[in-house]
């Protein structure tokens, strides 16, 4: 088990281009979240899945934003036409149950200039 | 709006003092609270977690809850230069689902 890994660590991207964010969870974990996190605050919620099932998603996330987590296991994140607002560190964590604590990886950072 | 707020900071303490970190949250119906270190730069890093009322210690770090005034707290006794972070308190809302994080309270620990 090495824990939740998220890919890349370094994103750049000019605006208006789209990016795509893998997270593979750890194995057993049933549920997984993302969340994004500017400078001085904490992580907020954009979205988690239990298994394949998209449960919530944030009301913050715009129709730009989009997750997928196929059969189960490894999940996606797309931003399409990225504005520079996006700039931010996209983390993703897992949790074996709805009330067990979450695992981060290391996060991706993302810089839209 | 499920909200949770802690004092930003800086919080200084000098080496060897129990650094004492605060949280409230609105929703009375959380049931899990958790207890988050995150350094510059790096994602955040569990410490600890407590669901019950009352104190939880592991080693240097205690949790202590009371729901019925809707605050956590983290002491941490024997502070460390090592200590130096930013400290993020998260709680589920009251089916379980879904963790919500304060801003953080940065910890400096002085030398």
């Known amino acids: 088990d090495t824990g939740v890994s998220q890919n890349p660590r370094h994103k750049i991207t000019k605006r208006g281009q789209n990016v795509t964010f893998r997270c593979d969870p750890i194995s057993e974990h049933n549920r997984l979240y993302w969340y994004r996190q500017t400078l001085g605050q904490g992580p907020e919620f954009l979205t988690y899945?239990?298994?394949?099932?998209?449960?919530?998603k944030s009301r913050l996330l715009s129709d730009r934003f989009s997750a997928e987590r196929p059969k189960g296991s490894f999940s996606t994140l797309e931003i399409q036409r990225t504005e520079q607002g996006d700039s931010a560190m996209y983390l993703c964590?897992?949790?074996?149950?709805?009330?067990?604590?979450?695992?981060f990886g290391n996060g991706t950072r993302l810089t839209v200039t | 709006q499920k909200e949770v707020e802690q004092n930003s900071g800086p919080l200084s303490v000098p080496e060897g003092a129990i650094a004492s970190l605060n949280c409230t949250y609105s929703?009375?119906?959380?049931?899990?609270f958790f207890w988050y270190r995150q350094y510059s730069g790096k994602s955040p890093e569990l410490i600890m977690f407590i669901y019950s009322n009352g104190d939880k210690e592991d080693g240097r770090f205690t949790a202590q809850l009371n729901k019925a005034s809707q605050y956590v707290s983290l002491l941490i006794r024997d502070s460390q230069p090592s200590d130096s972070a930013t400290y993020l308190c998260a709680v589920t809302d009251n089916y379980g689902q879904n963790f919500v994080f304060g801003p953080g309270t940065r910890l400096s620990v002085l030398p």
């Open positions: 964590a897992s949790s074996y149950t709805g009330d067990s604590p979450l695992h």
């Open positions: 899945f239990q298994n394949e099932a998209q449960l919530e």
């Open positions: 929703d009375r119906g959380s049931q899990s």
